[in-house]
C-alpha cells in the first residue's frame, strides 16, 4: 500500500519517499535501497523527516504512538486495518514490515517498520491531537470503527491488488478448493475434516507464479479469518476466477468490503458448519452457474486501482 501511494505521487511529479524504520521505531539513516519486491515502483528512500506545520505524517495503525515523537507536523493514521491495532491474531504476524507514510506538501516520506507492538494499546494519543489528525480508513469496517471511537475528519485510502496476481486463461477450472492456512484455521479444519473426499489446498509457500497458477486452477476460496481489513487473498482469489465463501468476521460482514451475496458469508459456528459444507459441496457442483454471482465482485477489484488513485487526488488535494 505504501509504496503503491509512493510511486503514483512519483509518477505525479511530486517528491515522494520511503523512510525505513528499525526496531524501537529508530530510524534507518543508513537504509537506502528499496526492498526488492518493490523496486518496480518508482520509489526512493529518504533517512530524515522534517517535523513542521507544512508536512503529514502517516502512520499505520500499530504505529500512531509515533505521534508522541513529532511536535508540529500533521497527522495522517491510516487504518490498514482495524484489528492489528489492537492485538495480534498469531506470533508471526508480530515480526512482519508494517507500513507508514511521511507526506509534505511538495516533498512526501514513506516509511516501513519492522517491530513488535504493545497490545491493547489506548487511543488516548490519537484524542490529544485531534486538531492535527485526518483518519484515512481502507475498509468500511475501518471507517465504522473510526466513527464509533468518536473520531472525525476521516477519508477513504484504500489500495489494490498487483496485476501480477492476475491470470486471464481462467479455461481450466478444477475441483479444488483453497484456504488461508494462517487466519482462521481452526474452524476452517473443522469444515476439512467434515469433506475427506474433496481436494482442499492450503495458500502457503507458493512462488508468485505457482500462486497465480492455483487460483486461477481452484474453483472456490473459503476464508474464516479475522478480516481486519479488506483482505488481499479473496481479492486475488476472485479476480482468477474462484467463487468466496466467507465467515462475517471484521470486513468480511461489510458487503462494501467483500461484495458478495450474503448466501456465501457464515457465521463462523459450529452450528452453521453443515451448511457451509453443503454450500462448498453446491459450488463445487455446479460452479459455471455460481460464478457469475462474483462478476460484481471481480469488477470492483479490477477498478479498485483507479478507484485507489482517485482517493490520493482527494486526500492530498492533488489535480486529477
Known amino acids: 500500500m505504501s509504496h503503491q501511494l509512493v510511486d503514483y505521487l512519483r509518477n505525479k511529479n511530486e517528491e515522494a519517499y520511503i523512510v525505513y524504520f528499525k526496531k524501537g521505531y529508530v530510524l534507518e539513516k543508513e537504509h537506502l535501497n528499496v526492498t526488492p519486491a ?4 518508482n520509489i526512493k528512500v529518504a533517512t530524515e523527516i522534517e517535523d513542521n506545520e507544512k508536512n503529514i505524517l502517516v502512520l499505520p495503525e500499530i504505529f500512531f504512538e509515533l505521534i508522541s515523537d513529532y511536535n508540529e507536523i500533521n497527522i495522517g493514521c491510516w487504518w490498514m486495518s482495524v484489528d492489528n491495532r489492537y492485538n495480534y491474531v ?28 504493545k497490545e491493547k494499546n489506548s487511543n488516548v494519543l490519537l484524542r490529544e491531537n485531534d486538531n492535527r489528525i485526518t483518519h484515512l480508513c481502507q475498509s468500511q469496517y475501518a471507517f465504522q470503527h473510526v ?10 485510502l484504500s489500495d489494490y491488488i498487483n496485476a501480477a496476481f492476475i491470470d486471464t486463461k481462467l479455461d481450466n477450472k478444477k475441483d479444488i478448493i483453497l484456504y ?40 472456490l476460496y473459503i476464508d474464516f479469518g479475522h478480516f481486519p481489513g479488506k483482505d488481499r487473498l479473496p ?67 479490477f477498478e479498485e486501482k483507479e478507484k485507489f488513485f482517485k482517493e490520493i487526488d482527494k486526500v492530498f488535494g492533488l489535480s486529477a
Not at 518493490?38 to 515502483?41: A, H, P, R
Not at 474452524?187 to 487460483?215: C, H, N, W
Request: aromatic share 14%; glycine share 6%; with cysteine.
Open 180 to 219: 488461508n492456512p494462517l487466519k482462521g484455521y481452526a474452524f476452517t479444519k473443522k469444515i476439512i475434516d467434515k469433506m475427506p473426499d474433496y481436494q482442499f489446498v492450503a495458500l502457503k509457500g507458493f512462488s508468485r507464479e505457482e500462486l497465480v497458477s492455483i487460483l486461477g486452477s481452484a474453483k
Open 38 to 41: 518493490y523496486s518496480k515502483y
Open 90 to 117: 498469531n506470533f508471526k504476524e508480530l515480526l512482519r514490515h508494517r507500513k507508514g507514510i511521511i507526506l509534505k506538501l511538495k516533498t512526501i516520506y514513506v516509511h516501513l517498520f519492522r517491530g513488535m507492538y
Open 235 to 301: 481479492r486475488e482469489a476472485v479476480v482468477n476466477g474462484c467463487c468466496i465463501i466467507t465467515g462475517k468476521n471484521g470486513a468480511s460482514k461489510y458487503f462494501e468490503d467483500i461484495p458478495i451475496p450474503n448466501s456465501y458469508k457464515f457465521e463462523s459456528n459450529k452450528d452453521n458448519i453443515t451448511a457451509i459444507v453443503d454450500r462448498i459441496k453446491y459450488v463445487i457442483s455446479n460452479y459455471d452457474t455460481c460464478k457469475s454471482d462474483f462478476e460484481s465482485y471481480r469488477t470492483i477489484v
Open 147 to 156: 466513527k464509533e471511537q468518536g473520531f472525525s475528519n476521516i477519508e477513504f
